[in-house]
Antibody
Framework: EAQLLESGGGLVQPGGSLRLSCAAS????????MSWVRQAPGKGLQWVSLITGSGDTTYYADSVKGRFTISRDNSKNTLYLQMNSLRAEDTAVYYC???????????????WGQGTLVTVSS | EIVLAQSPGTLSLSPGERATLSCRAS???????LAWYQQKPGQAPRLLIY???SRATGIPDRFSGSGSGTDFSLTISRLEPEDFAVYYC????????FGGGTKVEIK
């Protein structure tokens, strides 16, 4: 069974940076595309970014393009999200999400982490 | 970007009743690449349906998905107490987007 454990959330000032990590276990990490999905307090789900299983292709929501960078280390079974120039509207629980296959046409989420809270406030 | 509109925002029903949730896309969803998730308070979402109508592993058969093109629905044939939650649709035919959610609450 896939297990995903996020870490790295916390309180950061506007304009600051934070790096989230997601440790994966229970499956062949490099065989699956991964995403970050966020949920602002009391709001719905918002997809943030996706990386293919090999790590060679990445995609971003317009709201974070140019500020966030997704990456993965398949030797460490770990997914990352580098968040720069943070804004108040980035405040949310950030979920690590495993997709159904390594690349395309299967970007539904089969496993979710429990999430890590990022709060952007002065 | 494909925008997904879910309706109603809130559905008030009693256990044993049938629930029908709607998800309408702003443009046709490629190959019916549409999924449904259930989320309970304080928990991560859980996959229910993918490919518009395929049930995920371990999902009871009281959950069913249907639709194509721009109009999709999730039906819960007989609500169990554990089914009261928020439900989201998601399309993955062109980038990824989620609907705003439908809350199914106890009447």
């Amino acid at each position: 069974e896939a297990q995903l454990l996020e870490s790295g959330g916390g309180l950061v000032q506007p304009g600051g940076s934070l790096r989230l990590s997601c440790a994966a276990s229970g499956f062949t990490f490099s065989s699956y595309a991964m995403s970050w999905v966020r949920q602002a307090p009391g709001k719905g789900l918002q997809w943030v970014s996706l990386i293919t299983g090999s790590g060679d292709t990445t995609y971003y929501a317009d709201s974070v393009k140019g500020r966030f960078t997704i990456s993965r280390d398949n030797s460490k079974n770990t997914l990352y999200l580098q968040m720069n120039s943070l804004r108040a509207e980035d405040t949310a629980v950030y979920y690590c999400a495993k997709h159904a296959c390594s690349a395309y046409s299967c970007e539904y989420v089969t496993s979710w982490g429990q999430g890590t809270l990022v709060t952007v406030s002065s | 970007e494909i925008v997904l509109a879910q309706s109603p925002g809130t559905l008030s029903l009693s256990p044993g009743e049938r629930a029908t949730l709607s998800c309408r896309a702003s443009q046709s969803v490629n190959s019916n690449y549409l999924a449904w998730y259930q989320q309970k308070p304080g928990q991560a979402p859980r996959l229910l349906i993918y490919g518009a109508s395929s049930r995920a592993t371990g999902i009871p058969d009281r959950f069913s998905g249907s639709g194509s093109g721009t109009d999709f629905s999730l039906t819960i044939s007989r609500l169990e107490p554990e089914d009261f939650a928020v439900y989201y649709c998601q399309q993955y035919g062109s980038s990824l987007t989620f609907g705003g959610g439908t809350k199914v609450e106890i009447k």
